[in-house]
Structures are given as structure tokens and as C-alpha cells.
């Protein structure tokens, strides 16, 4: 039987067992904005994030308050006992933030992409029981993201999570960072005691796509949310569009429904397993079929190989596509799938012709 996965015991002590809520700005702006935010959402948020410096895509955008801002995080602890998290880049913010008593680090996407970065950072903060995340490299790169957590381990660090804030894709889609759901699963399997929190904010990019994205990050078993929050977030000096207020904020966290990750109850058990006996079964299936349909590809590969014909065949296999998702859509299956899908099925499927062809 499946057994839930027992988190960290520090994450277990931080977060009652409830999803982990970090909030706060994007950006620290003033003393007087960090403080009202942090009165705002005191009573929903655990840990108070506020950006001091800012990796930017481009020059000449925001890039951070720097060390001044850290007092003013300090302030906050004082009126409202929130813990304390920023994003550090280098080994001089690393002990600028352990010299202004900040509880949770962060590493940024652009930073994780760089190992040197990350060994630095990780040195830093050698000797230290802070809590510090990693958040995914900005390219969908699992191991990358895996070996920056490697290096803060290895550096004696024993309060680690992962933050998953999605990946930049090149292509137009509807949210600012592609969340690929498959790597944070990968990651649950692979390290099922790490807390991993969601950025559904950096996600979307897009304050009215928060709620779903944090949802699904939900039903998907994260262990908490990062939400950034602001008082009036359209004056936001960064991310303005992504940010919530903290009346936003506690709407968004009332509607979320929390799930168990298990059921144990015998009805629930019994019907569970006749589907999943149902599925095992279409499971096989489905590869007895792609067997078929690879012999077939195979034959066609020695076809091709007699009358000296080249493997890919365009027109064939955007005719295939183009069928398969027309057939897809009357079968209720979504488009995306599919494409990828049969995309898979065409490559394994060149790759074997490919093989016969070259086979001497
Ligand atoms: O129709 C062919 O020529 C095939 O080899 C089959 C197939 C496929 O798997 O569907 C594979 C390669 C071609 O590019 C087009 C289609």
C-alpha cells in the first residue's frame, strides 16, 4: 500500500501540518510599505518574503532597495513576529542577511542555473541552521535543480525546500513561467521528505490565475504557497500585475480546499483498487499496441531500406497528427496531449527506422 510520505520535522513544527503560507512584496519599497503589508497579512502568513535585490531580465528596471531594507525587515519580526525571508545571490547578501537575523533564504531560478553561484552561496552559509529553498533553474533542468540542492546539503544545511516557480519557455502561453507539473511530481518521488512549496505568483504572472494555479499546486500534494502581496499592487515598483493585496490574499487561502493525501477508509480502498485494476489492465494494453504499431514502423523501416527511401516522411506524419487530434477531439481528448503524445510515438518510431536503415 502507498504510505504518506512523512515531511522534515523542522517543516513539520513550522507549518502545524498545514500548507506553509509565505506572503509579503515582491519588492521591499519603503519602511512604511514593508510595514503595512506585514500588518495586512499577519494572521494568514507564516514567514514575511520581500525581495532587497532584484535579479532583472533587463537594465534599467528596479533592482532592489540593497541592505537598508533588511532593517526594515527586521522591524517587521519586531511588531508582528512574522519569520523573516529574502533572496540571496551572493556570499555578500548570504552575511548581510545572517547579520540582520533573516530566518529563510532563498536562491532565485537565475541563480540556481549557475553552480558557481550556487557553491558560493552555499559556503556562506556553512555553520548556519537557517532555513533556506531553491527555487527551479528557469530552464526545465531537473538535475540542475537537484545539484543546487546537493550543494546546500553538502554545506552541512539541514533546512531545505524546494520552490517550484515554473520554467521560461520561448513560446506565447497563458501564464508568465510554463509550470511543466511533471518535474515537481519527479521531485516529490525522488526527495518525499523535502518540503515543496508552490509560486503560483511567478507562475502565472497574472493575479487572476493565482487561485487555480495554487489549487492544482495543492491537489498535487505541495507543501505551501509563496504569494506576493502588496497594499496596492498596481503600484508595485516590480511585478506589479502578479501581486495581491492582503484582503485578496485571505480570499484566495479561504477558498482553497485542502485535501488529505490518503484515505483509509475500506469502501474507499475497495473501489479504489477495482479502478486501478481497471487501469493496469488498459496499461498493458495500450503498450501491446504501441508493440504492434513499432513492428509495423520496423517493416516499413526495411521497406525503406530496400527502395532506399529517406526515413521521415512529412506529409505522412502531419496527415497522422492532424487525424489523431480531430479524432482526439471527438474522443474528448485534449489537443496538447495528443500532440505530444503521438509527437512521442512518431520519434520512437524514426529513431527505430532510422537504426534498420543505417544497419549494415
Ligand atoms: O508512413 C511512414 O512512412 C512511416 O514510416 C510511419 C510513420 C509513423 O510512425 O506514423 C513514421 C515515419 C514517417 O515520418 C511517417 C509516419
Redesign the pocket.
Known sequence: MTKVSEKALWFKQLSGNKPLIIAGPCSAETPDQVLEIAHGIKDQATIYRAGIWKPRTRPGGFEGVGAIGLKWLQQVKTETGMLLATEVATAEHVELALAHEIDVLWIGARTTVNPFAVQEIADALKGTDKIVFIKNPVNPDLSLWIGGFERLQNAGIDKLGFIHRGFSSYEKIKYRNKPEWQIPIDLQIRFPEIPLINDPSHITGNRDLIQQVAQKALDLNFDGLMIETHCTPDLAWSDAAQQVTPNQLQEILSNLVLRDSLNLEDSYVHEMNMFRTKIDEIDTQILKLLRDRMQI?DE??LL?KAKNVA????E??QE?LIKMRREGKENKLGEAFITSLFKA??DE??TR?DHIINRK
Open positions: 514502423a516499413i523501416g525503406k526515413v521521415l516522411q512529412p505522412r506524419w497522422v510515438i512518431h518510431s524514426i527506422q
